[in-house]
């Protein structure tokens, strides 16, 4: 398999355009993550897909953005309009989802992230 | 809201021994992953404890205390190629989503 895929790798535009980015989970797998990466915030989760319905978009920062997965196969990530704060580097994840008790496998694959800029 | 705490940087030398602990906010928790990052690269999966005790996998290991709501990356016999940032990241009200990860701790190892 080639892992999760992320497009662009890279992306720059100006402040007030609107930014798309792109993933490709790893077939199979029921949990789609979208987190942002910032020296300042960490590792943020944004919102998380079960089975292609939102779970939790509680780490969503505003309503500019947004993030839909149309079918198991792909995600998208959505800024409208984008600001210079919104410069991050921006992941996805998938996971295979084992459900159930203490000892449920756990990994999330990361994919190569895009790495947005803003001016 | 939830948060982990774990050390900034840390620095060592090849062939030694370094522990990097990580605390967390005990209510909701349901497990405690790790994770390895290298600059420029995407965080990968290290290891994820549920229960307390210790997982070893090969050169790393996790330790988990729920009681202290307490855990740590062990990595020995480091290597050059260990130098990465290691994120503790715990779950919270299930076991998966709302991954909540820390800010990271910054190992440098020197030969």
């Known amino acids: 398999d080639a892992g999760v895929i992320q497009s662009p790798r890279h992306e720059v535009t100006e402040m007030g355009q609107e930014v798309t980015l792109r993933c490709k989970p790893i077939?199979?797998?029921?949990?789609l993550f979208w987190y942002r990466q910032t020296m300042m915030r960490g590792l943020e989760l944004l919102i998380y897909?079960?089975?292609?319905?939102?779970?939790?978009d509680s780490g969503m920062p505003e309503d500019r953005f947004s993030a839909k997965m149309p079918n198991a196969s792909f995600s998208t990530l959505k800024i409208q309009p984008s600001e210079p704060r919104d410069s991050a580097v921006y992941f996805c994840?998938?996971?295979?989802?084992?459900?159930?008790?203490?000892?449920?496998?756990?990994?999330?694959?990361f994919g190569p992230g895009t790495r947005l800029t803003v001016l | 809201g939830q948060s982990l705490e774990q050390p900034s940087e840390v620095t060592a030398v090849e062939g030694a021994i370094v522990q990097i602990n990580c605390t967390y906010q005990?209510?909701?928790?349901?497990?405690l992953s790790w994770y390895q990052q290298h600059d420029g690269g995407a965080p990968t999966f290290l290891s994820y404890?549920?229960?307390?005790g210790l997982e070893e996998t090969g050169r790393f290991s996790s330790f988990l205390s729920r009681s202290d709501s307490y855990g740590y990356l062990l990595l020995q016999e480091l290597q050059m190629k260990d130098s990465a940032s290691y994120f503790c990241?715990?779950?919270?009200?299930?076991?998966?989503?709302?991954?909540?990860f820390g800010k990271g701790t910054k190992l440098s190892v020197k030969p």
């Open positions: 404890n549920a229960l307390d």
């Open positions: 897909f079960n089975n292609n319905v939102p779970i939790d």
């Open positions: 005990t209510s909701g928790f349901y497990g």
């Open positions: 077939s199979g797998h029921d949990y």
């Open positions: 990241a715990a779950n919270y009200g299930g076991s998966q989503g709302n991954l909540i």
């Open positions: 994840a998938s996971s295979p989802g084992v459900a159930g008790g203490p000892s449920s496998y756990n990994e999330q694959f």
